[in-house]
């Protein structure tokens, strides 16, 4: 691993993480997680994570087209998935809270300030979202366009106990 690519996503911990957590539950979710990581490499994996751990960062936002090209479902209300950091090290678990559809430029100022990112600011969200999805986009050897449809998703941390959010 360089400190730009993102390791492995350790699934066997993943599934240890998931167990303990459904273990603590009186009634077990009927999904398995997904296993991600935030961003496109392990600095921003990390960067992201501990937003998240913080208690800084509770939305998201990715493109419809990524989830498609990786062969992922898009996130449901109510659904799992297994935060990992850069290392591809499992460290928490999140339920998706609210979802919605829309173009980049639809980002709300609430949304922009929950992602916990910069300065926080709808500009400043846009700025670096654009960005990012133009990397992302050319990654993949595709042409970014404002059009394209993004997923906002907001979420809870659920696990482990000493990072989860407090309802």
Do not use: N
């Amino acid at each position: 691993m360089t400190p730009d690519q993102p390791g492995e996503l350790d699934r066997d911990a993943a599934s240890a993480l998931w167990r303990d957590y459904v273990a603590s539950l009186p009634v077990p979710p009927l999904d398995e997680p997904t296993v991600e990581r935030f961003g496109d490499s392990a600095a921003l994996a990390d960067e992201l994570l501990g937003l998240v751990l913080a208690g800084t960062k509770r939305a998201t936002a990715g493109l419809v087209a990524d989830f498609a090209a990786d062969g992922e479902p898009l996130p449901r209300i109510g659904g799992h998935w297994v935060a990992c950091d850069g290392a591809g090290v499992p460290r928490c678990v999140l339920r998706s809270t609210e979802l919605r559809l829309g173009p980049l430029h639809s980002v709300d100022v609430a949304f922009a300030w929950d992602e916990g990112e910069g300065d926080r600011s709808r500009a400043g969200w846009l700025e670096g979202h654009e960005r990012y999805f133009r990397r992302t986009q050319a990654a993949r050897g595709q042409e970014w366009t404002g059009d394209l449809e993004v997923v906002f998703e907001r979420f809870c941390v659920v696990w482990p106990p000493e990072v989860a959010d407090r309802d």
